[in-house]
């Protein structure tokens, strides 16, 4: 099996024998759940920002060692997304620098207006 997989990586991966979908029989993230998500993370950020400000936001995340290791753990992933947005965006003849400026400035609210924005006929690669 793992001859297969390596066999068939640069194209198309295998696993024990039964090939993937295409990318074009995959479904796309449905725009329904990420505008769900979007509203609904829109909501608990606004609700944050006005019980808190946006330094109470912050001070929890370096007042102990559980914070940082959330915090450090959400770099982590959007760091990842955003090499990811960079390479799809690049494929796909889009900029990625505003998506990339609005991930640093914003956080989780980048790649999700990214995913909405993105053309649904790419494939996912």
Request: proline share 9%.
């Amino acid at each position: 099996m793992t001859s297969q997989v390596i066999e068939a990586w640069p194209g198309r991966l295998q696993t024990a024998g039964l090939p993937t979908p295409d990318a074009a029989e995959r479904p796309a993230m449905p725009r329904t759940l990420l505008l769900l998500t979007l509203a609904a993370f829109s909501v608990l950020t606004a609700l944050a920002l006005w019980q808190h400000g946006l330094r109470g936001i912050f001070e929890p995340l370096f007042a102990s060692t559980a914070g940082l290791q959330v915090f450090v753990d959400l770099v982590i992933a959007l760091s990842l997304f955003m090499v990811w947005m960079w390479h799809d965006a690049r494929r796909s003849g889009r900029n990625p620098w505003p998506w990339i400026v609005l991930t640093l400035l914003s956080g989780s609210f980048g790649p999700l207006l990214y995913l909405l924005a993105r053309p649904a006929n790419l494939p996912a690669r």
